[in-house]
């Protein structure tokens, strides 16, 4: 789901935490050298997504936070900020071209441009992440 966070509104608060958890703790994040990415520009993304980019001229472009429960990608259109809410057990990252990763949630997706050797390493960190937050041991 697309959620407007441009207000603080505690609603929309509350469902986005019941989500993907509540931001992470200061300590978590110097655990894992940070929790937010640098800018990330959009080669492509879903519909869903494209009727909020296309309503400006500006370039397309987001940034990720790393939760306990997921990512949080949030993008600017005109003078409001969207987040889409991904838990881990619905994100998929697939790298395409050398420079490029596409980030699925069921039917909505965003491809980011990875030209710094910062992006790739980002990724890493949410796979990584990701893969500590799942726990296998429940599968056995």
Do not use: W
């Not at 697309?2 to 978590?28: A, C, F, G, T």
């Not at 640098?38 to 879903?46: A, M, V, W």
């Not at 296309?54 to 949030?74: F, K, L, P, T, W």
């Not at 050797?117 to 980002?122: D, N, R």
């Amino acid at each position: 789901m697309i959620y407007n966070i441009s207000y603080n509104d505690n609603n929309v608060r509350s469902k986005i935490e019941n989500d993907i958890d509540k931001p992470l703790s200061l300590s978590q994040k110097l655990l894992i050298g940070g929790s937010g990415s640098p800018k990330l520009y959009i080669t492509e993304c879903s519909s869903e997504i494209k009727e909020y980019l296309n309503q400006d001229n500006n370039i397309n472009s987001c940034i990720i936070e790393i939760r306990n429960g997921g990512i949080i990608v949030m993008f600017k259109s005109i003078l409001e900020t969207y987040a889409l809410t991904i838990p881990y057990y619905k994100l998929n990252i697939y790298k395409g071209k050398s420079n490029e990763y596409s980030i699925y949630k069921d039917n909505y997706y965003v491809k980011i441009l990875a030209n710094t050797k910062t992006v790739h390493s980002f990724i890493k960190k949410i796979k990584n992440y990701k893969l500590k937050k799942t726990d296998l041991s429940s599968f056995n």
